[in-house]
């Protein structure tokens, strides 16, 4: 981010456990028309290739849907930070639309046990 928006001020949040609502509403107090939110987490984790594609399968469709309680920690390592994005996007009517899902396996070949990721935006 520093190397693409050099100019840009950035304030790191970590979320651990905590509702959605405090959460969502942080996110909301810094989220404006000039700021970008990221947030990145894993998907699903050490499960094998098959599995791991029906339960990123699921836990995109949450994100695309703006369904924060879909999504726990099976689903997302920062299922937290994620569930506050996605509840902060829904009270703003926000979308969700996939870029990329993928897993390590499709990286490494080892298809036993993978780690999930996605791509989204969120506007």
């Known amino acids: 981010m520093q190397t693409l928006l050099p100019e840009a001020t950035i304030v790191p949040l970590l979320v651990g456990e905590i509702e959605d609502q405090e959460a969502a509403q942080v996110v909301d107090s810094l989220w404006d028309e000039q700021t970008l939110v990221v947030v990145s987490t894993d998907l699903s984790r050490y499960h094998d290739a098959a599995s791991a594609l029906r339960l990123d399968e699921a836990t995109a469709r949450a994100i695309e849907t703006l369904e924060a309680q879909a999504i726990g920690e099976e689903q997302a390592c920062g ?4 569930r506050a994005l996605i509840t902060a996007a829904w009270a703003k009517r926000f979308f969700a639309a996939r ?14 046990e993978v780690v999930g990721f996605g791509g989204f935006v969120v506007g």
């Open 79 to 82: 299922h937290a930070a994620l």
């Open 99 to 112: 870029v990329d899902l993928r897993h390590s396996g499709q990286a490494t070949g080892d298809l036993s």
